[in-house]
T-cell receptor
Framework: DGGITQSPKYLFRKEGQNVTLSCEQN?????MYWYRQDPGQGLRLIYY???????QKGDIAEGYSVSREKKESFPLTVTSAQKNPTAFYLC?????????????FGDGTRLSIL | DAKTTQPNSMESNEEEPVHLPCNHS???????IHWYRQLPSQGPEYVIH???SNVNNRMASLAIAEDRKSSTLILHRATLRDAAVYYC??????????FGTGTSLTVIP
């Protein structure tokens, strides 16, 4: 079945450490997205990419980095510069036209600080 | 960006219809109205979307007001599996979805 796979499901980060969250899709979608969700809150956009080797900052990109070397993969690195990384991270993908197509989400990665 | 207003929470009895309202008075003429729902500890799931006319699919119906300043998601017979947070999202022709805090639906057996 086609879908979005996020791994790991749970991740722990030590102080000063960078960690990378994986997101893979087999839907052949051009666009991929990363969101952050804090408890009781909605989703906030971190980065998005509409095409391989290109990506754009969302509303809360500081302290995060991404790459898009392959169409099916969009990993997110949470750097040590992100001082409050504890959150639920969600990856999504969609086909064009972006405003008229649904986004498909993975099951998320829950990141905590040790 | 179009702003939305949704009730924080609603309750429904099982097997009864549920009407989830959303106000989006600043919506532009080209914004599609999307609805998603999210179960605890899962990613959001697409429910339905539309532009001007009412829309139906196997999950729900979407009723859009004639002036497009509000819409209503209709679950025809609520089940326990419908208990979730429901997000109403006017989608601009840009690239970003803006998820608010949504409506938390409780289904009572």
């Amino acid at each position: 079945d086609g879908g979005i796979t996020q791994s790991p499901k749970y991740l722990f980060r030590k102080e000063g450490q960078n960690v990378t969250l994986s997101c893979e899709q087999n839907l052949n979608h051009d666009a991929m997205y990363w969101y952050r969700q804090d408890p009781g809150q909605g989703l906030r956009l971190i980065y998005y990419s509409q095409i391989v080797n290109d990506f754009q900052k969302g509303d809360i990109a500081e302290g995060y980095s991404v790459s898009r070397e392959k169409k099916e993969s969009f990993p997110l690195t949470v750097t040590s510069a992100q001082k409050n990384p504890t959150a639920f991270y969600l990856c999504a993908s969609s086909a064009p036209p972006w405003y008229n197509q649904p986004q498909h989400f993975g099951d998320g990665t829950r990141l905590s600080i040790l | 960006d179009a702003k939305t207003t949704q009730p924080n929470s609603m309750e429904s009895n099982e097997e009864e219809p549920v009407h989830l309202p959303c106000n989006h008075s600043t919506i532009s003429g080209t914004d599609y109205i999307h609805w998603y729902r999210q179960l605890p500890s899962q990613g959001p799931e697409y429910v339905i979307h539309g532009l001007t006319s009412n829309v139906n699919n196997r999950m729900a119906s979407l009723a859009i007001a004639e002036d497009r300043k509000s819409s209503t998601l209709i679950l025809h017979r609520a089940t326990l599996r419908d208990a979730a947070v429901y997000y109403c999202i006017p989608r601009e022709t840009g690239n970003q979805f803006y998820f608010g805090t949504g409506t938390s639906l409780t289904v009572i057996p």
